[in-house]
């Protein structure tokens, strides 16, 4: 028996895909009803499951989401987030190889988006309004890749 009253949770693996196209356009999706969060745009992918690599839940989470098979991923940057609903251990990886056109397997919008630099350093995202938490504060490192 417990005797703490706090809620531990328990950390979770995500695997994140950020595919970059020819255009230097980056692929966002909406997160859609149902899911915590529905509503606020993201990078695709998902949870790692036991046993997994984090490449192959990203090529696992990429197929289930896009339709689409990546060939390779390239570690870029992992960050670590607690938000009401999880903590999350969020494994960024950079895509610029897949096969198939991506769509939305799973009822999410897909909106493929430029990033910008402004004069204040911040990243306009104008037609993927809101981005999660844990992921805009990447988004003017990306643009400066
Ligand atoms: N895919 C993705 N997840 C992110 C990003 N940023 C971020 O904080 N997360 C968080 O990472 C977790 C991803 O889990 P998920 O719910 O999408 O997992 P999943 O695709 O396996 O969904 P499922 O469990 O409904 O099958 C969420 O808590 C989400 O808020 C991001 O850019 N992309
Ligand atoms: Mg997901």
Redesign the pocket.
Known sequence: MTTSTTTQVKR?D?A?GVLRNAQGEYLF?Q?PEG???AG?W??????VEAGESIHDALAR?LHE?LGIDIGGSTHWLEVE?V?P??H?L?H?RIITDWQGEPHGRENQDLHWQRLLISADGSVDTPSTEP?????VPLLPRLAQL
């Open positions: 979770i995500v994140v999706a997160r899911k915590p969060m606020y993201e990078f695709p992918g998902g949870k989470e989401e987030h938000y609903h999880a999350v969020l960024f981005i999660l938490p844990a992921t």
